[in-house]
DNA sequence: TTGTACGCGTTATCAG
DNA sequence: CTGATAACGCGTACAA
């Protein structure tokens, strides 16, 4: 067995709770005794035991996060593991300790956040997306158990959340083809059910309507998995049966399937963007033009929140917006934009 | 405050001992007595406390791993993500709880090791990489701690660990492009502290011993960081100087820079062969032929090797191979192999 | 079959 | 400034 706070005590011959005392060293206790508490301490190398704190104080400080199985776009995209990377830091300066799980559907999303609940073992959730009527937020309000969502909920003025400004980054972006003189845009967008697809989608139908076009509902696609296959033949069916002149994808990955779908249509290219920056893009020929979204940051942040208000440090939001970037490369070159797919 | 087992044994009108029992139900109880035990559970939704559990029973059923913090390394491969979920997936068998951090460096894996191991929190450790003479490995034997390593260690014959059988891959590997009647060809590595790159290469060196090929040590360079460029920069240098046929890379990133080298180079194409199956070589023009190392699968072995051994199910061995699979693509068709890059 | 009493390692309250 | 003592919630010998 480990050594305890008692073999510490009786070695510097004190009580357990001076020895307590001196490990918070909060209250006042004599330089001498606390010399010889440390020195204890150290020769026979005690370090306390985390589970009987946590018994005794009634925290843990350690926080469970939720990561969707999804392997198409869990492995494709490295913004969980970047996101994952940013809370750490954040947990790492405040001593938090972080639990993993990966769900396969909303159902056992629901079943571990019961675990997290009744084991007593975390005290707050990170969930990695938000829902429309999210089952999971939901049931963390009805418990009341704290948690932050990276994404923007469907009631964005309860509880804690990140996310970027989607509407605002596809309406920049849809703008950006509009000034390039396109004017029949097509939006390709992940999950309806997702509110990231949803707040994108209607950044591009304000930057829309806000520059006099008109808004053309068969020029939106959406797919019904995370699959660069579906974005392939979502376009190339879009391609065959309307006007188009450029693609603003709301990922990478649904940009990839599109790209393919202009190269096999009859090997002329529309400028598109994406979202997420991935290293893919970066390096495929054409490049992909993306926007991107700072995952670190995101999970920084969202930690930030959840931490800070289990610590009693509020924050004077209950949500933060993070940066986007848009980084352009050949996708968007100005070559692209004299081009225009027309239905034959 | 939650619901203890008090409540329950008062409810229930029988002993907190009692209770415990049904929820064990080893110990043989009056269905009577048990019915109305569970009755009282459920009407009160009643949950065992986990932590006070671990303190009584003094085991956590959690297991800590460190993964590293190399950006490149990280986010570029969904390596990383794949072994968790692998991992989680043995975990959530055996009722195992999961906790993770990412480390800068040796020294700070070392610290987060010793944290792991002071506070009692967990049972284990799962180690993403082995070193030549691995201070974590190390340090994690000296203690006595039970821990399982991906990757070959370097003291095979004692401890947990799960790999693929790299020596004999990359000896496929080779062994296929000097049967194309190769006869140069290079080995691209990553560090030379790792004993994946280590035992590749050993594969590498075998392959071209037993095929009567003279081994050139000029032809073999591996890179100091992770790093697609560091890659580009050795092979531009290496083609600068030496006749090269075919190239062999243990890493598909490394494969990307190393292509890029050969099309700056004098728009030839070598063959070439990576590592890891990443979806960006799968994509990318020209795609490329690649070695599937199963990393999920890695993770779940991994796992189960640590779990079994704690909870005293032992495996025959001390350590699993997993599959490879070689994934021909464009990067090794036949009208590469004609091709030779020499000295000018 | 069930209850009592104590221990797990720490913190917190209350005296002194 | 320091030391008993009682929690924290559960598991488990030992008794009954």
Redesign the interface.
């Known amino acids: 067995m480990?050594t305890t706070i008692k073999d510490v005590a009786k070695l510097a011959q004190v009580s357990p709770s001076t020895v307590s005392r001196v490990l918070h060293d909060n209250s006042r206790i004599s330089n001498t005794t606390k010399e010889r508490v440390m020195q204890a301490m150290h020769s026979l190398n005690y370090?306390?035991?985390?589970?009987?704190r946590?018994?005794a104080k009634s925290n843990?400080k350690?926080l469970g996060l939720i990561l969707p199985?999804d392997e198409l776009e869990?492995?494709?995209n490295?913004f969980?593991?970047?996101a994952?990377?940013g809370i750490?830091?954040y947990a790492?300066l405040h001593g938090y300790?972080?639990?993993?799980?990966?769900s396969i559907d909303e159902q056992e999303e629901i079943e571990y956040l019961e675990n997290y609940i009744?084991?007593?073992?975390v005290e707050g959730v990170i969930l990695f997306t938000s829902r429309q009527d999210d089952k999971c937020i939901n049931y963390l309000h009805k418990r009341a158990f704290p948690f932050t969502v990276i994404g923007r909920p469907s009631s964005p003025e309860t509880g804690f959340w990140v996310d970027n400004d989607n509407f605002q980054a596809m309406y920049s972006v849809t703008e950006y083809l509009i000034e390039k003189n396109c004017s029949s845009i097509a939006f390709l967008g992940g999950l309806r059910e997702l509110d990231v697809t949803l707040n994108r989608l209607s950044g591009y139908k304000q930057a829309i309507k806000s520059h006099g076009l008109e808004l053309q509902e068969n020029l939106i696609c959406t797919t019904t998995r995370f699959s660069?296959e579906e974005a392939y033949e979502q376009i190339s069916e879009l391609l065959n049966n309307n006007t188009v002149d450029a693609i603003a994808a709301t990922d990478d990955i649904l940009a990839?399937g599109a790209i393919r779908a202009m190269q096999d249509f009859n090997q002329t290219l529309l400028p598109i963007i994406g979202f997420n920056n991935t290293?893919?893009g970066q390096?495929?020929?054409p490049a992909l033009s993306s926007v991107e979204i700072n995952p670190t940051e995101l999970g920084y942040k969202a930690c930030k929140l959840l931490i800070d208000s289990l610590e009693g440090l509020d924050n004077p939001y209950n949500h933060f917006i993070v940066e986007t970037k848009f980084i352009e490369r050949d996708t968007t070159q100005p070559q692209l934009f004299s081009k225009r797919l027309v239905q034959v």
Chains 1, 2 share one sequence.
């Open positions: 480990a370090h306390p035991n985390a589970i009987a946590s018994l843990t350690t199985n869990l492995f494709q490295s969980f593991i970047q994952m990377r750490s830091i790492k300790k972080l639990m993993y799980n990966f009744h084991d007593n073992w660069e990839f290293v893919r390096y495929q020929t």
